[in-house]
């Protein structure tokens, strides 16, 4: 088995969901990205927006995250989980600052035709995203930033994706 660097700067920062999904991981370390801007603009098959970088104009944009690592078995799920080829890209070579030190990293990345203006998260989906970035003590002005991104409610409180949301969150301290 071989260790894969995986960046997680959407829901998947919050060290649960992302063991939920790919067993093996384990956070690393805060990490970064420049050149980028964090939106939630990618659309979701639920209708809502979901987290992926976009190139900023110039170099002024700059997205924080968690770099994980994980056992190369897991990569087949986290595609499955990030619907590869059918919303999200992965890029196998994407670069992000770690401790001084520059890396090439896994992260996932809407394709350009999954991206349509307007969108916003569901609330449960932000709050997940809010989570990670907490429990990872990303920078506060980082944070503060995420907690005005405007949300929706979701009007299907039954859908799976958010009961399963609701139950992590349960379990989280962030504090």
Same mark, same amino acid.
């Given at each position: ?8 700067? =959407? ?7 992302? $063991? ?17 801007? @964090?939106?939630?603009? $990618?659309?979701?098959?639920? =209708?809502?927006? $979901? /987290? ?9 944009? $700059? ?13 087949? /799920? ?20 770690? =401790? =001084? ?10 394709? !350009? ?7 916003? !998260? ?7 995203? @809010? ?7 990303? !920078? ?14 979701? @009007?299907? !409180? ?18």
């Amino acid at each position: 088995m071989m260790q894969i660097p995986y960046f997680a700067y =959407g829901s998947n920062m919050l060290t649960e969901r992302l $063991k939920e999904r790919c067993p093996t991981a384990r956070p690393m370390c805060v990490a970064s990205t420049e050149g980028f801007t @964090l939106e939630f603009n $990618k659309k979701s098959v639920d =209708g809502s927006g $979901k /987290a992926t970088l976009v190139a900023a104009n110039a170099l002024r944009g $700059k997205v924080y995250g968690v770099l994980f690592e994980m056992n190369d078995v897991d990569l087949p /799920a986290l595609d499955r989980a990030e619907s590869s080829g059918r919303g999200y890209c992965r890029n196998n070579n994407f670069v992000v600052r770690s =401790g =001084g030190q520059e890396q090439a990293v896994v992260t996932y990345m809407a394709a !350009p035709d999954a991206i349509e203006q307007n969108l916003r !998260p569901y609330d449960w989906y932000l709050d997940l995203v @809010l989570a990670g970035a907490r429990q990872h003590r990303l !920078p506060s002005v980082y944070i503060e930033e995420l907690v005005t991104t405007l949300s929706v409610s979701d @009007l299907a !409180p039954n859908r799976e994706s958010r009961l399963l949301a609701l139950s992590l969150l349960a379990g989280v301290d962030t504090s």
